[in-house]
Nanobody, 122 residues
Framework: QVQLVESGGGSVQAGGSLTLSCAVS????????MGWFRQAPGKEREGVAN???????YYADSVRGRFTISRDNAKATLYLQMNSLKPEDTAMYYC????????????????WGQGTQVTVSS
């Protein structure tokens, strides 16, 4: 059974930083593509960042240069370092696991964590 457990969310002021983590089990972690997604109230879930099994990375334009996705295959853990946070980054953040070809479309990912809330105040 595949399980993804996020942690690290919280409340910060604009300009601050947070690091999210996602622990993965029940999957051959090193072979899969991982992604971070977010969903704000009343909005659709959107792709934030993706890293594949070759450690190639992809970012949404809204976060490129501020967020960094990384993975530790030995620990089967995914990270999202978020810097220069803005109020518009406020959302529930989810990690997801999928096939190697998956990028930033939520529909490409069959496995999801329960989410962790990030709130950025101005």
């Amino acid at each position: 059974q595949v399980q993804l457990v996020e942690s690290g969310g919280g409340s910060v002021q604009a300009g601050g930083s947070l690091t999210l983590s996602c622990a993965v089990s029940g999957y051959t972690y090193s072979t899969i593509s991982m992604g971070w997604f977010r969903q704000a109230p009343g909005k659709e879930r959107e792709g934030v960042a993706n890293i594949n099994s070759d450690s190639d990375t992809y970012y949404a334009d809204s976060v490129r240069g501020r967020f960094t996705i990384s993975r530790d295959n030995a620990k089967a853990t995914l990270y999202l370092q978020m810097n220069s946070l803005k109020p518009e980054d406020t959302a529930m953040y989810y990690c997801a696991a999928g096939p190697k070809w998956a990028r930033l479309s939520p529909n490409s990912y069959p496995y999801w964590g329960q989410g962790t809330q990030v709130t950025v105040s101005s």
